[in-house]
């Protein structure tokens, strides 16, 4: 996948540069959109008529109440069962992302990775390279959900260059969160020694971790794994799972929390 090409500016002096729109969310701290958060969640779920709803949202939204752009960017891109509205909600989702709500950069990047977007270049092709770039945003707020897939483009060269070593890094950070398909692509870097030295008894921890959360890929890798260790390897293996599941037992199904 190449990245998009850099485009050159073309100025014309003879017109004047639009004036940049200035959004009421603008305005407020991240304190004060916090409390105007908090108050228009309260007010909003107290509404049992649909309509109603949408119209308050709708109306809290224009006053810049980021989570009212959020849930209102939601219901554009669900549409009302004829159309969707994507127009309205890439600029409700955008306008959330630039006060930094993660759920809504994540939202972004995954429309300009779906693509058929209007206005967003030839034929609605996906964009890649800004997906990349609102996952990044998203992740380092923290959302697990962007984290892993900034890692998986790292490691793919999916919209940016290929770094598995970064990649390794932002896997770690999903896997700390109990984002457990994380583990599995641990245990698989460890074992082909992508972004980290190459080292069998991690991967084989890692990959009794990800089998014990229910991971498929895990637990058809587990039995070929132990084939190929000697007896002194499967011990030293599962003493590292045991430390690793101690650290992540509440991201574990409580039923196999405590079995052999």
């Given amino acids: 996948m190449s990245l998009i090409n850099k485009l050159t500016a073309q100025w014309n002096h003879k017109s004047k540069a639009a004036a940049p729109v200035v959004w009421p969310e603008s305005a407020f701290t991240a304190e004060q959109h916090a409390a105007r ?22 109306a809290q939204a224009d006053e810049g109440v980021v989570l009212a752009l959020y849930l209102l960017a939601l219901q554009y891109e669900q ?8 127009s309205q909600a890439l600029s409700c989702y955008q306008r959330a992302g630039d006060c930094g709500h ?7 990047a995954l429309l300009y990775l779906q693509g058929n977007l209007p206005g967003q270049g030839p034929q609605g092709k996906p964009n890649a390279v800004l997906a990349f770039s609102y996952f990044e945003q998203a992740a380092t707020l923290g ?7 900034l890692a998986s483009m790292l490691d793919q060269g999916a919209g940016c260059f290929q770094d598995q070593s ?16 994380a ?15 190459a080292d069998k008894l991690k991967a084989y921890a890692w990959t009794l971790l990800a089998a014990k959360a229910g991971v498929d890929e895990a637990i058809a890798a587990e039995p070929e794994m132990t084939q190929a260790l000697n007896s002194t390897e499967i011990l030293v293996g599962k003493a590292q799972f045991d430390h690793l599941q101690q650290g992540f037992l509440a991201y574990l199904p409580i039923e196999t929390r405590f079995e052999g």
């Fill in 79 to 86: 549409g009302d069962g004829q159309q969707t509205y994507l």
């Fill in 37 to 58: 958060n908090k108050q228009f969640s309260q007010t909003y779920h107290a509404y049992t008529h649909p309509q109603q709803a949408f119209e308050f949202c709708r």
């Fill in 102 to 108: 993660p759920e809504s950069l994540f939202n972004l």
């Fill in 183 to 197: 583990w599995q692509n641990i245990a698989v870097m460890y074992y082909r020694g992508e972004g980290v030295e």
């Fill in 143 to 149: 959302l697990v959900q962007a984290q892993y897939n």
């Fill in 166 to 181: 970064k990649a390794f890094d932002w896997y770690n950070k999903a896997a700390e969160q109990g984002y457990t398909q």
